[in-house]
């Protein structure tokens, strides 16, 4: 069965540094997602993409965030200078078409020191 | 207001036993989506059953299903027949509305399958 593929799975970066987490979504699928999960917490939504846009962005999608689909295939998150607040787990998930399931991927877990 | 509400932080059940985990919604939006996923320790989130706010039936998915209480806001997941395997993080997640719309998902619930 085709699946949502991140890398890495974890990440362990100082505080001040860019990361880029990357993803792999289902190749027929349309939508894009980044998740994230603070640990102990609940999952929390940052940007949705669609259409090689972003079609919606929560509150903690500031401008150290920002995603980017430079190939047919790749579906990545920068986040520019981290800092310790952003380690938690994040989550990668496309899904096929308006009302389909969201499909996530195993997530990457970030640490920042 | 919280869009998604599960009252349950943490749930026992005995292997082989149905169990029903809790989940209410708020929304205005006629049309919306309701969503259960998975979450063992490993950290995956995996999609069990999705609910559409206009299905006439509860949705079932083998040993998962829906309790679907249209008037009550409400979405159970009711897990029957528990295995060990079982045991996880389980959360619910409502989309509002159609399109590319996020999830909002509520704080989860832990479930211990007791051997």
């Known amino acids: 069965e085709p699946e949502v593929t991140q890398t890495p799975s974890h990440q362990v970066t100082q505080m001040g540094q860019e990361v880029i987490l990357r993803c792999v979504p289902i190749?027929?699928?349309?939508?894009f997602y980044w998740y994230r999960q603070i640990l102990g917490q609940k999952v929390e939504f940052l940007v949705s993409?669609?259409?090689?846009?972003?079609?919606?962005k929560s509150e903690i999608f500031d401008d150290q965030f920002s995603v980017e689909r430079p190939d047919g295939s790749n579906f990545t998150l920068k986040i520019r200078s981290t800092k310790l607040e952003d380690s938690a787990m994040y989550f990668c998930a496309s899904k096929a078409g308006i009302n389909s399931p969201l499909h996530f991927g195993n997530g990457t877990r970030l640490t920042v020191t | 207001a919280q869009k998604i509400t599960q009252t349950q932080p943490g749930m026992f059940v005995q292997e082989k036993e149905a169990v029903t985990l809790d989940c209410t919604y708020d929304t205005s939006d006629p049309s919306y989506g309701l969503f259960w996923y998975k979450q063992p320790s490993s950290g995956e989130m995996i999609f069990l059953i999705y609910?559409?706010?206009?299905?006439?039936q509860n949705a079932t998915e083998g040993r998962y299903s829906l309790n679907f209480q249209k008037a009550r806001k409400s979405a159970n997941l009711v897990i029957s027949a528990s295995q060990l395997g079982d045991s996880a993080m389980y959360f619910c997640?409502?989309?509002?509305?159609?399109?590319?719309?996020?999830?909002?998902f509520g704080t989860g619930t832990r479930l211990t399958v007791i051997p």
């Open positions: 190749s027929n699928h349309l939508y």
């Open positions: 993409f669609y259409n090689n846009e972003i079609s919606e």
């Open positions: 997640a409502m989309r509002e509305g159609t399109g590319a719309n996020n999830l909002f």
């Open positions: 609910q559409g706010s206009y299905d006439q």
